[in-house]
């Protein structure tokens, strides 16, 4: 059947075709000679008196920066902090007494008053002398390449409206996460490969689902791309095989000249054009992505040391070691997911919390260690946390009186997480909680603060990172008095 593109629309084309919009992608649709980078800093400093253009495109920040990339590994639910990160000897002194002092649960009724102390010893690790869990000997390992906050906050004593305070700056619906703005404002040095991936668990999704990378306000060419734990990591990455060959080229060719036709009937219309580059993306990264997902060229040593040859880590290794290949090769914004809420320890805390240090200590490490060989880490931001912490008293599970099965309930008053590279500090502790591993009392670091302190490593002012929504402008951090916790930094 022949077919006259004089006579027939893109819509007609699209109609009558049987392929996804991944399939029918090209690379020559993205027109990177005629789309030019947006100069960031007239982007944070003027106005939107035009259509603004949206791409993916490099961009330099308005500033210097040290970042260039940032892995985020998210333990969604709330690792202790009391048993993992933050020793206190009143704890262990008073352990099985009544905690006096103000408490807030989120299960009352499951509550109790009774402290428990840290169910594992601390060891002094590294010259700096930093205690950690027993249970994290390979962090021990690095202690002297992270920065240990022991003194976050958030306020939001919930899981959802936490999390979307430490990656979107608000515990409400419907905001950015900080990936989707990272890439809004500075693009990506890959234009092969997604800007922003969401590494996820073979065992489901994290809690909230996609929420956790969504772009929210912001275009969708912002969106963060899902890839899956197994083959086939992306959907859709190949054309159907009756579609492969000279049978595509020549279908891709004809849906390049609807679609360049169309826009030049539409000048000004930027979310076409960006609407095109995204399909000239889907198409790169029909090898691309193939190539950076594949880790069967690492050498033994490199698989040995994330764990990929024991059962307990292999998973979460291959993870991070994707995520290295992925900033290795210009990728900006890489998250690794929990299943669930899986560091959510209300009850067999004494089981369930050795298991998640046991699945991710060795790999994060590893990841840590692999950068800074490979001169990557003092670009590379390395976080490890989730959005909140542990209570010093026991929750007794519904129906048990088992005390083996008791866990925490719990707090996001004062909790903690780790960073390493992109400029922060190298064998550095800050803050502290009080002397129950309560409420942070020094040197609080709230969820806008540590915001807009990742912001100003990549180059980008807090302040000034706003995109225009409607009749008002969003920003990721909105409070006044959030700062740059330059006390982190080296």
Request: neutral net charge; contains cysteine; charged residues 25%.
């Amino acid at each position: 059947m022949s077919i006259d593109s004089q006579n027939m629309g893109r819509r007609s084309w699209l109609g009558l075709s049987s392929f996804s919009l991944a399939g029918v992608a090209a690379p020559w649709l993205l027109n990177k000679d005629g789309l030019l980078a947006a100069d960031a800093n007239a982007a944070l400093e003027k106005p939107e008196l035009e259509s603004v253009l949206h791409d993916l495109l490099p961009k330099s920040p308005p500033r210097e920066s040290q970042a260039k990339a940032m892995i985020s590994m998210w333990m969604y639910g709330g690792p202790s902090q009391i048993d993992l990160f933050d020793p206190k000897p009143e704890l262990v002194k008073r352990h099985g007494e009544t905690f006096k002092g103000k408490l807030k649960w989120d299960n009352a009724a499951q509550a109790s008053r009774e402290i428990m102390g840290p169910l594992w010893k601390f060891n002094t690790y590294g010259q700096c002398g930093m205690e950690l869990s027993e249970k994290l000997p390979f962090l021990g390992s690095i202690a002297d390449e992270i920065t240990l906050i022991r003194s976050m906050q958030t306020g939001s004593n919930n899981h959802v409206p936490s999390t979307r305070s430490m990656t979107t700056g608000k515990p409400v619906n419907g905001r950015p996460v900080l990936g989707s703005w990272l890439i809004q404002a500075l693009g990506s040095a890959s234009q092969d490969l997604p800007a922003f991936v969401a590494l996820t668990d073979p065992r489901g999704l994290p809690q909230q689902g996609n929420e956790n990378w969504s772009q929210g306000k912001l275009p969708s060419i912002y969106q963060g791309t899902m890839v899956r734990s197994s083959e086939p990591r992306i959907f859709n990455l190949d054309s159907p095989k009756h579609l492969r060959g000279e049978t595509r080229t020549a279908q891709l060719e004809l849906l390049h000249k609807f679609n360049r036709e169309h826009a030049d009937r539409h000048p000004g219309e930027n979310e076409l054009e960006a609407r095109l580059a995204s399909y000239g993306l889907a198409a790169r990264m029909q090898g691309a992505a193939r190539e950076a997902f594949d880790i069967s060229g690492e050498s033994k040593e490199t698989r040995r040391m994330y764990g990929i040859d024991e059962d307990k880590t292999r998973n979460y290794g291959t993870r991070c070691l994707i995520a290295r290949r992925l900033v290795e090769r210009g990728v900006r914004f890489v998250q690794i997911f929990a299943a669930g809420q899986n560091w959510d320890h209300h009850g067999s805390i004494k089981t369930s919390l050795p298991d998640r240090c046991a699945e991710v200590d060795k790999p994060a490490a590893a990841l840590v260690r692999d950068l800074q060989q490979r001169g990557l880490l003092d670009s590379t931001i390395v976080h490890w946390g989730g959005e909140m912490g542990r209570l010093p008293v026991i929750q007794f599970r519904s129906g048990t009186s088992n005390r083996d099965a008791v866990g925490r309930d719990h707090n996001t008053y004062g909790f903690t997480q780790w960073v390493a590279g992109g400029g922060f500090r190298k064998g550095y502790i800050h803050g502290e909680t009080d002397e129950f591993s309560h409420y942070a009392v020094k040197d609080v670091v709230h969820h806008y603060d540590w915001l807009a302190t990742l912001l100003h490593q990549f180059g980008l002012d807090h302040r000034a990172l706003t995109f225009r929504s409607g009749p008002g402008e969003i920003r990721l951090v909105e409070e006044e008095h959030a700062r740059v916790v330059r006390e982190l930094l080296a």
